[in-house]
């Protein structure tokens, strides 16, 4: 019976794996190899639409080409939205930084029995679909919308900012907003791991409380800064919508805009998945070094 009791319990688990890796092949290994396909895939001439190249031998570089000589080529008009892209994703992962880890750090310590609470009412706002958020804010920003309301003191400032105008600042709010609760949880899962006799130790060998914040809590929460960024970084670099609903300006858009172009243009999909391969490329390598720095620190522990 012990014997039995140990094969069942051997193949128990890798049986229960099964589904999650048949999902995975499903949903993940075979649309990846599709973009692979018409990324070096070719081009019909007439209809102008892709014909994908299932046979790996059959691959071709053109389509790869022309998406890299638009970017460092000389009509290089891929390279400002990818530059672009860039920038907005720092700002706006480092003011997502700075606006979850108080809310994160007041209720890993401070909330006590009604962290739960204030979780579900952080988290509840973004149960709403993510287009009805943005269109909700497309109608307070407009220019007699509530925003400029509070900025000009209820009508007593003459000046209305037309905030849905191109402006590069909206589309940066827009990334904050819809991303920011994905900054919080991960910061409250690593502050609220922190042992309070932790800081009470800190506190008797005579740190104040700045040297405490700098010399545990932040050191001890870097796992937590890591995971929030990569979570908020991900998607954002692929984010499309936001740009279209608070600007639709070519002068704020970003590489998820040029990946939906040109989907929709005919002949450009090698393209569209030259790109995505791109940006899945240039993902890797954080999500990569941050899997293995977590595995070092398991390791160590």
Excluded: H
């Excluded at 310590?109 to 993510?130: D, E, M, N, Q």
């Excluded at 949880?185 to 800081?199: G, Q, V």
């Amino acid at each position: 019976m012990p014997e039995l009791a140990k094969r069942s319990q051997r193949f128990l688990w890798p049986s229960l794996a099964v589904p999650s890796f048949i999902w995975l092949g499903l949903f993940l290994a075979v649309p990846f190899y599709v973009v692979l396909c018409i990324a070096f895939g070719q081009v019909d001439p007439i209809f102008r639409t892709a014909i994908p190249a299932w046979n790996p031998l059959d691959w071709r570089f053109d389509q790869v080409a022309i998406t890299i000589d638009r970017i460092v080529g000389p009509d290089n008009f891929y390279l400002p939205p990818i530059l672009r892209t860039i920038a907005y994703v720092l700002i706006a992962v480092v003011a997502s930084l700075i606006i979850a880890f108080p809310v994160a750090y007041y209720t890993a310590r401070y909330a006590g029995k009604r962290k739960g609470l204030v979780l579900v009412l952080l988290v509840a706002p973004f149960w709403i679909s993510y287009m009805m958020r943005m269109l909700a804010w497309v109608n307070l920003l407009q220019t007699d919308g509530w925003v400029n309301k509070v900025i000009s003191l209820g009508g007593l400032l003459p000046d209305e900012v037309n905030w849905l105008s191109g402006k590069p600042v909206t589309v940066i709010f827009g990334l904050i907003y819809g991303y920011v609760p994905y900054m919080i949880l991960p910061l409250f899962a690593a502050l609220d791991r922190i042992s309070p006799s932790l800081l009470e130790a800190a506190r008797d060998l005579g740190a104040g409380g700045f040297d405490v914040f700098r010399r545990v809590v932040v050191p001890m929460s870097i796992p937590g800064i890591a995971a929030g960024c990569l979570l908020v970084a991900l998607p954002m670099m692929g984010d499309y919508f936001t740009s279209d609903l608070l600007s639709g300006s070519p002068e704020t858009s970003m590489i998820g805009n040029l990946i939906n172009g040109s989907i929709q243009t005919p002949g450009q999909s090698g393209q569209a998945a030259t790109l995505l391969l791109l940006v899945l490329l240039v993902l890797a390598a954080p999500m990569i070094l941050y899997t293995r720095t977590v595995a070092r620190s398991e390791t160590r522990s």
